[in-house]
């Protein structure tokens, strides 16, 4: 069964950078895509971008391309997002979520959340 | 940009059906966009309804349900109960390695 895992809390200064992790267990690491997710307070759900473990390949919205990098770190069974950059509006909860291994899978099942506050 | 539109809320009665869409600002929602529905309540991680336009996702009671209306997604919910009040959010493949979401549809059940 998939699980994820994301790593805690993060509070940052406006220009500065986060990394936050996703660590997956049940399956395969090295088969399967996974996606992030960000949620502004009281907003709607945001398709980041993803990343295909397979082949390493991602893909990234347009809104974040260029200051947003994810990675996998295989040893680990850890994949990471990074935003660069930040400003007050990056503010918000980060999921990642399980992506299977078609484009036609579900986001399922998700992280629990990962909350970035960014203020001065 | 394409945007993925959604309504912004919506009412039912307790029993009642509700049908929520998902379009787009240009062109119409297809099979090929792989529609998917989520369920979000407040503080948690969204949870999947329905994927690839139609499928139920395990555990899903069966008043939910997925379609193709006209040039949009649709979820349908037959018989609505108190704990659906939630947002719903709709998810589209749109080539590429790309995905959007809708702006979700907070749905209330009085």
């Known amino acids: 069964q998939v699980h994820l895992v994301q790593s805690g809390a993060e509070v940052k200064k406006p220009g500065a950078s986060f990394k936050v992790s996703c660590k997956a267990s049940?399956?395969?690491?090295?088969?399967?895509?996974i996606h992030w997710v960000r949620q502004a307070p009281g907003q709607r759900l945001e398709w980041m971008g993803w990343?295909?473990?397979?082949?390493?390949?991602?893909d990234y919205s347009h809104k974040f391309k260029g200051r947003v990098t994810i990675t996998r770190d295989t040893s680990a069974n850890t994949v990471n997002i990074e935003l660069r950059r930040l400003r007050s509006e990056d503010t918000g909860i980060y999921y990642c979520?399980?992506?299977?291994?078609?484009?036609?899978?579900?986001?399922?099942?998700w992280g629990q959340g990962t909350l970035v506050s960014v203020s001065s | 940009q394409t945007v993925v539109t959604q309504e912004t809320s919506f009412s039912v009665s307790p029993g009642g059906t509700v049908t929520l869409t998902c379009g787009l600002s240009?062109?119409?929602?297809?099979?090929?966009?792989?529609p998917s529905w989520y369920q979000q309540t407040p503080g948690q991680p969204p949870r999947t309804l329905i994927y690839?336009?139609?499928t139920r996702s395990s555990g899903v009671p069966d008043r939910f349900s997925g379609s193709i209306l006209g040039n949009k997604a649709a979820l349908t919910i037959t018989g609505a109960q108190a704990d659906d009040e939630s947002d719903y959010y709709c998810?589209?493949?749109?080539?590429?390695?790309?995905?959007?979401f809708g702006g979700g549809t907070k749905l209330t059940v009085l």
């Open positions: 979520a399980f992506g299977g291994t078609a484009y036609s899978n579900p986001f399922d099942p």
């Open positions: 049940g399956y395969r690491f090295t088969s399967y895509a």
């Open positions: 990343i295909n473990a397979a082949n390493d390949n991602t």
């Open positions: 240009s062109g119409s929602v297809s099979t090929s966009h792989f």
């Open positions: 690839t336009t139609d």
């Open positions: 998810l589209l493949y749109m080539g590429s390695g790309i995905w959007v």
